[in-house]
């Protein structure tokens, strides 16, 4: 039986582009030394495609395999490394010290966080950012999720990320060029060595 998770992102990637990066990604790209990087949650790879184009070799793991095959298309197209992998976050093993840069955009599984951590090299950043609970006020006509359990409360990320050095912060509204709105909470941390 398939999983309706699975039918659910499936659905939701089918038919569609990559898209813009998360404006933090572009403008925290610079602050970043290219080399291994992991995105979690990569979708259609819109942000491993902006990091590939900076330099970075990039791991994309999601759930969705028709995310990932629109994300190859595009990597393949440019030239560009970025190497897809389909896996279940829940149960994915990420290894340890092993990335440069980690990155986690419009995901939140808590008990993931300290392992994405972990999977940081001495000195290797993690670019962390998603919605904040104030997005479940914005009704309906808003992007993202609704449910609490993946939304951050105020000021949940600073304690998340707790044994990382925290060189940007911010939470708020976040304007986009298209003219959508979210409330977000972003990161950039990284690993004391």
């Known amino acids: 039986m398939i999983d309706p998770r699975r039918l659910f992102w ?33 979708g259609r790879g819109r942000n491993s495609l902006a990091l590939a184009r900076a330099g970075f070799r990039v791991v994309a793991v999601d759930y969705s395999e028709t995310g990932l095959r629109i994300l190859h298309s595009a990597a393949q197209a440019a030239g560009l490394a970025v190497f897809p992998v389909v896996a279940d976050l829940r149960r994915f093993v990420v290894p340890p010290a092993r990335f440069d840069l980690v990155v986690n955009i419009s995901f939140l599984e808590r008990f993931l966080v300290a392992s994405l951590c972990a999977a940081l090299k001495p000195g290797g950043m993690l670019l962390f950012d998603t919605y ?13 999720p609704s449910n609490p359990d993946y939304l951050l409360r ?9 044994g990382l050095e925290l060189l940007r912060y911010r939470e ?8 959508r709105q979210a409330w977000r909470a972003a990161a950039l941390a990284r690993r004391p060595g």
């Open 10 to 42: 499936e659905a939701r990637h089918r038919d569609l582009e990559p898209g813009p990066p998360e404006p933090s990604v572009l403008e925290w790209l610079p602050l970043l030394r290219p080399g291994l990087a992991l995105e979690v949650a990569a």
């Open 132 to 144: 904040l609970i104030d997005q479940a006020e914005a009704g309906a006509e808003a992007a993202g």
């Open 154 to 162: 105020r000021f949940e990320l600073k304690s998340l990320l707790g």
């Open 172 to 179: 708020g509204l976040v304007n986009y060029p298209n003219g």
